[in-house]
């Protein structure tokens, strides 16, 4: 049977997959009395994923077109993961109460799902995720013939898999319904914006607003990555978005195809730290932590700041050193009729935020009310002389299925690591363990976690390393002094930068692809473009002040001084300002940025670094400018 002739079956899934959502998150089951436990949900949602995935992802690394044969093994399993699902649900009130005495039927079903989801993550998430999960496994009934503090209580089998496919602390838990609940509502946001043409206006205001400006058409990356990474939340899809369109641009104006890639690479990586809508990860953060989602979103807007100013520095000092000049006013959209004809694209995202810090509305139905208006509003007026018809409302909304599935299981896939190490309580021996490693120095450990995580991160997405590292390294952090916003946002930014660091790097990879370019050396070229990047999160984990938390002097002090050091860094890295810097100075530079980075209360000394720090920058500054006059001077002259 091919792709194509399933195409009926998929459509008809796809749209009972994002009804049970949105009639779930409507509280439809409350207002018609239909007693429903959430779990009973979540397997229902999960069996319309598993059969999609099975239906649509090869077993193989190439994706399936609409020509390609669909083989029984994986029809038959697709049918199985559903019929499985559904039986589970069906059964969930009593089941869950029965499985302690590891009934057939449930331990059947608990198989069949582990298996199932297993396969379907190696499908979805690669390789990496798939192979730590059945390591875990190994060593949840092997461990406890390990010596002294690795060893682990003894599991058996039956217990692992029972505990695996039905107990709500693993698959049908946190993670998942995180996933199901808050999640696929905001994709369902991004969608209806991006066929609604909210995706060309965002791309449209970054060319106006930057296209001008030396280096102009990477400044449009940035910007434009940044405005479609708050609805997007993955790096690859705001790449494949944004990038189609920035790439070229970029090649165009000079840039080379490596560096061009490794600048939208970075840009859109951003977006799962850019507030309001950020990736998959930080609701998780916000259930890990058990608190508001606007909470998160308030602590991450400094660093997401900081991580843009710090890419706009570098592109603008790197096309200032390769001569490359703005685009001509002619090319570029006119601010005043971008806005004329997208005005009320801001308005959802203004309803968002309303909802989420002054209404206290919970994130999925801040987003679902959103996504209302959203609709309305491209149906009536459109952007660009399209208005949204009735077809492509149904496509956008329907479509949200298809764009989420690996999600879905990569949170499913999440849930079965949490089980396992809720089983082996391996999570509180590592903690001792990177405790005892870094010596209780917190700049030791956090360089430790972040070394784990990138490690971690390669092959896998940032919701996989995010939950992992949630679980075995943040509790470290968290006795080592650092606060638990701090931690899990820490953890979930170098989950984050595993999508642009070599030897995997899927963002990075995904813009070579479209830049033609190398992909090796893109993936390179982008780790060097973003050294900040692996700086900021140290920044707001051994600063308070970063995460707005302290008084508004503070907050301010901190910000100015991170920025600074980032600009002195940024010149040392590039080698330019306004003129070539020599070696020497670049070194000299490098150290200044250093000690603008100390946060304050580093040590007692950190304090006289930053001012110190401060009057060189500005004394270097002064003296760049000046040479940079001279220089032009000499040259017109």
Request: charged share 10%; proline share 5%; net charge neutral.
């Amino acid at each position: 049977m091919s792709t194509k002739s399933l195409w009926p079956i998929n459509w008809i899934l796809q749209a009972l997959l994002i009804l049970c959502v949105i009639a779930y998150v409507g509280d439809l089951p409350v207002i018609l009395n239909i007693p429903l436990f959430t779990e009973q949900f979540l397997a229902t949602v999960l069996g319309f994923t598993l059969v999609l995935v099975y239906f649509h992802c090869k077993p193989g690394p190439r994706p399936a077109d609409d020509s390609e044969h669909v083989p029984l093994w994986d029809i038959a399993a697709g049918i199985a993961g559903l019929a499985a699902c559904l039986y589970l649900a069906w059964r969930y009130p009593t089941l869950i109460n029965d499985m302690v005495y590891r009934p057939l039927d449930g331990m059947i079903i608990a198989t069949v799902l582990v298996l199932l989801v297993l396969e379907a993550t190696r499908r979805t998430a690669g390789l990496a995720l798939t192979l730590v999960i059945l390591g875990l496994c190994a060593y949840a009934m092997l461990g406890f013939l390990l010596p002294g503090e690795f060893a682990s209580r003894p599991v058996e089998l039956s217990r692992l898999i029972a505990y695996l496919g039905v107990d709500t602390n693993a698959l049908l838990g946190q993670s998942l319904q995180v996933a199901i609940i808050v999640v696929l509502p905001f994709i369902l946001m991004g969608q209806i914006l991006t066929r609604g043409g909210g995706a060309d206006f965002f791309t449209d205001i970054a060319m106006a607003a930057m296209g001008r400006y030396r280096g102009g058409s990477a400044k449009i990356a940035v910007v434009g990555s940044g405005l479609f990474g708050m609805i997007s939340g993955s790096a690859v899809a705001n790449v494949a978005g944004v990038g189609i369109i920035t790439i070229p641009l970029m090649k165009r104006s000079g840039f080379p195809g490596t560096l061009a890639g490794a600048i939208e690479a970075i840009g859109s990586t951003g977006g799962q730290l850019m507030p309001p809508v950020m990736g998959a990860a930080a609701f998780l953060v916000a259930e890990y932590l058990q608190v508001p989602y606007r909470d998160v979103m308030i602590a991450a807007i400094l660093p997401a700041v900081l991580y843009y100013a710090a890419l706009f520095i570098q592109v603008d000092l790197e096309a200032a050193k390769r001569g490359i000049a703005g685009a001509p006013i002619d090319r570029l959209p006119a601010l005043g009729q971008v806005l004329r004809q997208g005005w009320h694209f801001p308005i959802p995202f203004a309803i968002l935020v309303l909802g989420l810090v002054y209404w206290n509305l919970q994130p999925e139905y801040a987003s679902l009310i959103a996504s209302i208006v959203l609709l309305a509003f491209a149906m009536t007026f459109g952007y660009g002389g399209k208005r949204l018809g009735w077809r492509d409302a149904i496509r956008s909304i329907v479509g949200t299925s298809a764009a989420v599935l690996d999600i879905v299981v990569v949170t499913a896939a999440a849930g079965l690591v949490i089980g396992v190490l809720n089983l082996t309580g391996v999570a509180f021996g590592l903690t001792m363990q990177l405790l005892t490693i870094s010596g209780h120095n917190t700049v030791i450990l956090l360089g430790v976690t972040a070394f784990v995580a990138i490690i971690l991160g390669m092959g896998m997405p940032t919701v996989g390393v995010y939950v992992i590292m949630a679980t075995l390294a943040a509790p470290a952090l968290i006795k080592a002094g650092i606060s638990p916003m701090q931690a899990h946002l820490f953890v979930m930014y170098f989950g984050m930068l595993s999508m642009v660091t070599p030897p995997v790097a899927f963002a990075a990879f995904t813009a070579a692809n479209i830049a033609q370019a190398d992909f090796w050396k893109t993936g390179w070229t982008a780790a060097r473009v973003g050294w900040s990047a692996y700086i900021v999160p140290f920044l707001f984990a051994l600063s308070p002040q970063l995460i707005l938390r302290g008084n508004p002097v503070e907050v301010t002090i901190s910000a100015v001084t991170a920025l600074l050091g980032v600009y002195m860094g940024s010149m040392a890295v590039v080698g330019y300002m306004q003129t070539a810097v020599a070696p020497p100075l670049r070194v000299l530079y490098l150290i200044v940025g250093i000690l603008l980075l100390f946060p304050v209360d580093l040590f007692p000394g950190a304090g006289i670094a930053n001012i110190v720090g401060f009057i060189a920058a500005v004394a270097a500054i002064g003296w760049e400018t000046m040479r940079g006059r001279a220089q032009r001077k000499l040259a017109a002259g």
